[in-house]
């Protein structure tokens, strides 16, 4: 069974610290992994994309990191601030099939000033 | 370009009665995703329609809920008969194209309360 799972649950940090949010997958035959960040009461907007082939992408701030031989990915956050504050959510897509993604929970970041 | 447009952004039912979520999906878009949204919950996808076809529903339940992607106009999410466990964010995504490699750009959601 194609699963997600993001840890830790929730995370708090103080603004301009760095902070890093785990993923680990058995989604497979593997396509894609995608990082999203959803604001309280709003929909997800995609951060980044890694195919098998790449094992880092950087969005500014944002830099994600993928193993596709040990099934992790890592969204790491440098100077963090107010704004991070948000769920993000590792989502995992296979080949064939419908192409349906698999979604972790998400990881709840809070930044503090 | 517009972005993927929902309505309504909120709605409220009594226990029995219809609900009805629209989702248009972006320009160019002929595909769309319907997920639900339990509050400290993840994403769960609900179906997936292309215009006029559902390509997978997978995660609709079977009884009281249906979805329609008409040639005209909006996709709908319709709930039957709801219950106070229906009450979450659904939200609708669309994507160009079928493809893994495809991009789901979401709506910012519907959230359903059942009295």
């Known amino acids: 069974k194609n699963q997600v799972e993001q840890s830790p649950q929730s995370l708090i940090i103080l603004e301009g610290k760095n902070c890093t949010l785990q993923?680990?997958?058995?989604?497979?035959?593997?396509?894609?992994l995608r990082w999203y960040k959803q604001d309280t009461g709003r929909g997800p907007v995609s951060l980044t994309i890694?195919?098998?082939?790449?094992n880092t992408k950087s969005n500014g701030r944002y830099t994600a990191t993928l193993d596709a031989d040990t099934k992790q990915s890592s969204l790491h956050i440098t100077a963090s601030q107010l704004s991070d504050s948000a769920s993000y959510i590792c989502?995992?897509?296979?080949?064939?099939?419908?192409?349906?993604?698999?979604f972790g929970r998400g990881t709840s970041l809070i930044v503090h000033p | 370009n517009a972005g993927v447009m929902q309505n309504p952004r909120h709605l409220v039912r009594r226990r029995g009665q219809e609900a009805r979520l629209r989702c248009s999906p972006m320009k160019g878009h002929s595909h769309v995703y319907w997920y639900r949204q339990l509050p400290e919950e993840g994403l769960k996808f609900m179906v997936y329609?292309?215009?006029?076809?559902?390509?997978?529903e997978s995660g609709m339940p079977k009884e009281r809920f249906s979805a329609e992607f008409p040639k005209e106009g909006p996709s709908i999410l319709r709930i039957q008969q709801v219950v106070r466990g229906d009450s979450a964010a659904y939200f609708c995504?669309?994507?160009?194209?079928?493809?893994?490699?495809?991009?789901?750009?979401f709506g910012p959601g519907t959230r359903l309360t059942v009295l």
């Open positions: 993923c680990n997958y058995t989604v497979s035959p593997f396509s894609n």
């Open positions: 989502v995992v897509s296979a080949t064939g099939g419908s192409y349906i993604p698999t």
């Open positions: 890694m195919t098998f082939s790449e």
């Open positions: 329609l292309q215009k006029e076809n559902i390509i997978d």
């Open positions: 995504a669309s994507s160009p194209d079928r493809g893994s490699i495809s991009e789901q750009f």
